[in-house]
């Protein structure tokens, strides 16, 4: 693993970019993407965490060690999980919350509470493969996309000083919000901008229920091609 890891590592932030990326992108295929990337997540982005975590213990606050010359990893791995992959790959939390404000179609709802439960704790399998998400063209741009949004809203919230780095390891199935909370030595300003990140998934995904609810209806209809392509205009 170290063979491919530690090269990687000095590509900095171009590392966390890829993983925010490429891991909906493997999993819209059916690949696991977390799994297939694991260079990057164990090889890389954890260690950069406890290197965060070390330096943090060491001087005892984060303001001390900035001030000692100090530099925290802003792509540790446990602020992928508190920011952005929020109900897991995808930030499909969100799109639970979507399908229950604006989809009317009892399927999707059913699908929708019975991944609530998993979803809240970054599971996101029973969405993934029961909506389905994987090989779903209306879903496609959405659940790519959402990612390396959040990333971007995260990294303008720390480099403005709202967020502190990440300074502690929480289970990765910490709900959001508290794993940010957690992830940052009980920073409240982390949690709000964890949920703040989930609204914002949340919007991006509502659109697309609504057109995947139209399609649907239109599949159900045993309409034509052409009418079932016009249902999913926007």
Known sequence: MDTISTPLASLGSVVGWAYVIFVPLLWFFGIHGALALTALDNGIMTPWALENIATYQQYGSVEAALAAGKTFHIWAKPMLDSFIFLGGSGATLGLILAIFIASRRADYRQVAKLALPSGIFQ???PILFGLPIIMNPVMFIPFVLVQPILAAITLAAYYMGIIPPVTNIAPWTMPTGLGAFFNTNG??????????????ATLIYLPFVVVANKAQNAIDKEESEEDIANALKF
Request: glycine share 6%; aromatic share 6%.
């Open 123 to 125: 599971i996101n399998e």
């Open 187 to 200: 920073s409240v300003a982390a949690l709000l901008v964890a949920l703040f990140n989930l609204g914002i």
